[in-house]
């Protein structure tokens, strides 16, 4: 939100009467782009005062460098059967083996890739999607409105999990591509809908009626003039569309329907109770994968919620409020 | 009335939408499923079943698409769901749904009412005393509660209450050695089954009623007729229930009304992870076993519950709240 006041606020001073010397697009479009540097900026100095931003900034990065180097952190295969089963946490077995004979801490290791490109592609996958048809939505207006809307809002409360599910038995094991794919089609509803609002209430602003006076074309406003003021409700997208991808894929590889031979957390889940890890001592095998999924789904989490405060801070927590209470009318 | 008649409009779409998924999905994934399906049975399959699967997915070949989606909606729309292949072979999807749908009711249902009232009022107090510990402490346990997947909460908890103090049973919804029947045996057994899965369930869903409840309060609170209340010297018990409150509670309200819609399909999980027989446990069995009719009557019975639910809960709204009524 705190972007909201870019290219706008210059329009807003200018006035609709003073729109016959409206600059030339050149200076405009470089309005954008120092916007853009601005709020980035912003953006780090947010992160870095925000604790929740903090955290979640710390963790993320943890998970992407794993994600990215597992083989120098887990010097073992992590499909490889070949070692006893059902071992006990040791040194050379820092998490102990499963009930296959596998190294169960190379399988932690090695599953938080997929896991992690799940929650980016949905993501980046998702909110482009949600960004044209919200955007187009908002700006074409009419019937395109009305046809985008309706199809949005079908999508929306259709139950997305049971469709899943629905989706998951056909496909009979869906790889780490596959479930991208399929939770991005059906995920992208909810920020689309918050992204059309946005774009709405920007639709009659001065800088956008300029730009058309000017005679810009759809995609170049859309593009250049309307997008760059929606980074903050932008990211806050991303990352709900992440975390959702993230319990999502998980809970659909849980219950066997994604591939069962990959290395992932959602299916050393899957494999850890079909062989009642519970009752055969090995509760490592079901806490360690669920923990991992918490801590990655915390660190989208707390970067929305700070994004969130931020952006409205009406809902940040009030410290100060906390010494003095007895002065506050009750 | 326009709106009312507009909302109707959007439900027939969704429905009609949801059926065409239903009919189309199967036929749309390489290689038809049911195929696969049939396969399995090597000539086994009832006259009856073979029929059904052939309306249903058009393995017989001698039907123009077209037609066959005629003749599913027709089925649909009469309740003909057909039999089940595999989860109880031979018996009608129908009844098998009916089995299920009183467990997730009792369980679900109950929990849902439950979740709402308790998160309502924990949301009210937070916001009454803002800063206070309660509220201090709710936000962050809510973030950690949101990221959680709700069955590995499930899990979690059946490794402590079930399997290391043996405080509570984690399997089925009742003992297999009893008969089920209305007596005190019957019932305290039963009980005692949905403890575990009803915890899960209410602390996976408290949090959005409380913080729901709190942020609408904490707006509604710095209105001028809450000012107003306290110039008048009114007691602090009397302005946080009869004027903050009341007029927050809304959303929460609205969002109640939408949630008993997802009662019907919205513990797939937690009543997998206790093998609990109810709808959700039902549409994993039927994905495990191929058993495409029982999974498309289970899809089709969750989407109509939402929806539903989401046409009661704008009607509400607009009967609740007289400024949604005149402007669109």
Redesign the interface.
């Known amino acids: 939100m705190a972007t909201l006041t870019g290219p706008g606020g210059t329009g807003d001073t200018g006035g609709t009467s003073q729109l016959t010397t409206a600059p030339p697009a050149g200076v405009l479009g470089g309005g954008g782009g120092i916007t853009g540097a601005r709020s980035a900026r912003r953006m780090a100095r947010a992160v870095t005062s925000n604790r929740?931003a903090t955290v979640g900034v710390v963790l993320l990065v943890i998970f992407i460098l794993v994600a990215l180097f597992p083989g120098l952190i887990a010097h073992d295969n992590p499909s490889a059967q070949i070692y006893p089963r059902r071992l006990g946490p040791s040194a050379s077995h820092l998490l102990g083996t499963t009930a296959f004979g596998q190294d169960m801490f190379a399988q932690v290791i090695y599953g938080t890739r997929p896991v992690l490109l799940i929650a980016l592609g949905v993501g980046l996958g998702a909110t482009i999607i949600a960004m044209l048809i919200g955007v187009a939505a908002a700006y074409l207006g009419g019937a395109w409105d009305g046809a985008l809307n309706?199809l949005t809002?079908?999508l929306l409360?259709?139950?997305a999990?049971?469709?899943l599910?629905?989706?998951?038995?056909?496909?009979?094991g869906a790889s780490t591509g596959v479930l991208i794919a399929v939770i991005t089609c059906i995920s992208w509803s909810y920020t689309a809908r918050q992204l059309r609002a946005q774009a709405r209430s920007l639709r009659t602003r001065d800088f956008l009626e300029a730009a058309k006076v000017r005679g810009e074309r759809a995609f170049y406003i859309i593009t250049v003039e309307i997008i760059p003021t929606m980074t903050s409700l932008l990211v806050a997208a991303f990352l709900t569309n992440a975390?959702y991808a993230v319990?999502f894929s998980?809970?659909l590889q849980?219950?066997?329907?994604g591939n069962p031979s990959d290395v992932s957390w959602g299916t050393m889940?899957y494999w850890a109770?079909n062989n009642e890890a519970?009752?055969t001592g090995q509760?490592l095998w079901?806490?360690v994968p669920?923990l991992c999924?918490?801590a990655l789904?915390?660190a989208?989490?707390?970067l929305n919620?700070a994004f969130d405060e931020i952006g409205n801070p009406?809902?940040r927590?009030?410290?100060s409020?906390?010494g003095n209470?007895g002065q506050r009318?009750? | 009335m326009s709106f009312v008649s507009r909302r109707l409009g959007f439900f027939a779409l969704t429905l009609w939408v949801a059926l065409t998924l239903n009919f189309l999905l199967p036929r749309m994934m390489p290689g038809n499923p049911a195929l696969a399906v049939l396969g399995k049975f090597k000539g086994g399959v009832s006259p009856q079943a073979l029929k059904a699967l052939d309306a249903e997915f058009g393995i017989g070949g001698h039907q123009s698409l077209f037609s066959q989606y005629v003749t599913y909606l027709g089925d649909t729309a009469t309740g003909k769901f057909g039999v089940s292949l595999t989860t109880q072979p031979g018996n009608s999807v129908g009844r098998i749904v009916l089995d299920a749908i009183p467990w997730t009711l009792g369980l679900v249902g109950i929990t849902t009412v439950l979740a709402f009232i308790l998160g309502t009022s924990i949301g009210i107090i937070g916001a009454w005393r803002r800063g206070g510990r309660l509220d201090s402490v709710m936000p962050p346990i809510f973030v950690i509660m949101t990221v959680i997947p709700y069955f590995w909460i499930g899990l979690v908890l059946i490794l402590v209450f079930g399997v290391k103090l043996h405080w509570l049973p984690y399997f089925f919804s009742y003992n297999y050695t009893l008969t089920p029947g209305l007596n005190g045996a019957f019932i305290s057994n039963v009980a005692e089954h949905a403890i575990l899965p009803a915890f899960t369930l209410l602390i996976t869903t408290i949090g959005t009623w409380i913080l729901t409840m709190r942020n609408t309060m904490i707006t509604t609170l710095a209105e001028d007729y809450v000012r107003m209340a306290r110039a008048k010297g009114l007691s602090g018990h009397r302005i946080m229930l009869d004027y903050a409150a009341r007029n927050a509670i809304l959303p929460n309200l609205t969002g109640f009304a939408m949630s008993l819609g997802f009662v019907v399909g919205g513990a797939i999980l937690i009543e997998e992870v206790f093998n609990y027989q109810g709808v959700g446990y039902l549409l994993l069995q039927a994905v495990n076993n191929d058993d495409y009719p029982l999974m498309q009557a289970l899809f089709l019975l969750i989407t109509v519950a939402v929806l539903v639910a989401i046409l009661i809960s704008d009607i509400a709204t607009a009967v609740l709240d007289p400024r949604t009524r005149g402007t669109r």
Do not use: N
């Open positions: 929740k309706l809002d079908v409360v259709i139950p999990f049971p469709l599910i629905v989706i998951g038995s056909y496909l009979h975390l319990l998980a809970s849980f219950i066997g329907l889940l109770e519970f009752q509760a079901i806490i669920g999924i918490v789904g915390a989208f989490a707390l919620y009406a809902l927590p009030v410290r409020m906390r209470r009318p009750r």
